[in-house]
């Protein structure tokens, strides 16, 4: 039986990522959540302070300058313009440690140390999430079943939305698909035996949507599978891999976005009415089309920068809700035109840099999970959550040479190509 190694690396690439998979505070005693807080800025400062430090210099890129900039915009800079918005500063910390994280991770570590230091960091926290889904499979409202709150003067009771570990029924479809395509992409990469525990775990993920019929995360993961299939075939008949070209970065991106402004633009009409009603949902998508009419108006009053982060009872006196229920119309409605433009230039610095075939299959499998990410945000976006954020960097780095660590890690031996036991069994080594 073939020993499986820990590097140092892995270890702490592994600790790290584990941070930011914050659980919900309904789901774990007060003491704990205030010590997850302290253990994602502890992770935020080290990782910052490594990228300062790394080699003698501030080694970073564009993609980490622009989703720096983004994220402080949203959390910091809007408050600056805004009457009701606030410094939202864990949220913050937390954003900027993620992606500093990830910043870090393939400045110092090899693709391979990365890819499984994320796929066991997320698996376990997203396990948890399924795993607490299993135990409230049968309680209507999950882990917070039963609660009632006080809100604007309204006694609020949970509705038949299903809370578990980590976030929402639909909002999970964002922890889970990161390390879906993290695992396929290992499998291209690395393993052929990685191909079955994407199968195993997508299996999990489709069970718990089908059960719950949560329809935007059902439809979202759908399409990825659907798309991996199709690598996943071009990978084994040679003939058929120039189609990969067809799933790639700049479509996935143009599609999501297009996907995005589709059901604000019909929310009401026919065209909505017939396609919510496959789905038993109202020609409203459930509410939506009222709480996106509600933030583009109030975003007309701010249209440069916004509205900011508000508090819950602000934000539900203005449009009804806690979030806009759309990523382009939260960020409209929050950071303005700036922050929808700031979002655009970080999807834009995240191109990947595609050199061979196996590339082009990594490539597609990471846009395809962007384009079911964007899918999801057209319905539900929550903003705090910086893990699916995760798939820009992956894919950005797609094509690129593995690096030598710069000293913070071990160094690991310099490998490009792909070994006889991944799926990519024709792919020689680079010297």
Not at 88 to 114: H, N, P, Q, W
């Amino acid at each position: 039986m073939k020993r499986i190694r820990i590097s140092e690396s892995g270890l702490l690439l592994t600790l790290g990522f584990l941070a930011f998979y914050v659980p919900a505070s309904y789901a774990v005693p007060g003491m704990i959540s205030k010590a997850w807080k302290l253990y994602y800025v502890m992770v935020t400062v080290l990782s910052v302070e490594a990228l300062l430090f790394v080699s003698g210099g501030f080694r970073v890129s564009r993609r980490y300058l622009a989703a720096v900039l983004y994220f402080f915009w949203f959390y910091a800079g809007t408050s600056l313009f805004s009457e009701n918005g606030t410094l939202d500063l864990y949220a913050l910390i937390r954003c900027v440690g993620f992606v500093s994280l990830m910043e870090l991770a393939f400045l110092t570590a090899s693709r391979k140390t990365v890819l499984r230091a994320f796929i066991v960091a997320g698996a376990a926290m997203s396990g948890l999430q399924f795993l607490t889904f299993l135990i409230y499979s049968d309680t209507v409202g999950g882990m917070r079943s039963g609660s009632v709150y006080i809100l604007a003067g309204r006694v609020m009771a949970n509705s038949t939305q299903n809370w578990y570990f980590l976030t929402y029924d639909n909002d999970s479809i964002n922890y889970f698909l990161p390390v879906m395509a993290a695992l396929l992409c290992y499998a291209l990469y690395y393993s052929r035996r990685a191909l079955l525990w994407f199968c195993l775990y997508s299996s999990f993920v489709l069970y718990m949507y089908l059960t719950k019929t949560a329809a935007t995360a059902l439809i979202a993961v759908s399409v990825f599978l659907l798309v991996s299939l199709a690598v996943v075939i071009t990978c084994v008949f040679p003939g058929m891999r120039p189609l990969l070209s067809l799933f790639s970065f700049r479509n996935a991106v143009l599609a999501g976005f297009l996907v995005q402004l589709l059901p604000v633009l019909i929310a009401g009409n026919d065209i909505a009415y017939r396609i919510a009603g496959y789905f038993g949902k109202k020609a409203d998508f459930t509410g939506r089309g009222g709480i996106w009419r509600r933030s583009l108006q109030y975003f007309r009053l701010h249209p440069v920068s916004g509205n900011g982060i508000e508090d819950v009872l602000t934000r539900w006196r203005k449009i009804e809700q806690t979030h806009c229920h759309n990523m382009v119309v939260e960020n409209l409605y929050t950071g303005g035109i700036t922050a929808l433009i700031l979002l655009i230039i970080l999807f834009a610095v995240m191109g990947p840099r595609v050199r061979r075939t196996a590339d082009l299959a990594a490539g597609a499998v990471f846009s395809a999970a962007i384009l079911s990410y964007l899918i999801t945000g057209s319905m539900d976006w929550l903003s705090s959550n910086p893990i699916p954020f995760s798939l820009l960097f992956f894919v950005s780095e797609t094509g690129c040479e593995e690096r030598v660590a710069l000293g913070v890690f071990p160094a690991e031996k310099k490998r490009i190509g792909y070994r006889t036991g991944s799926l990519m069994i024709d792919g020689a080594e680079d010297r």
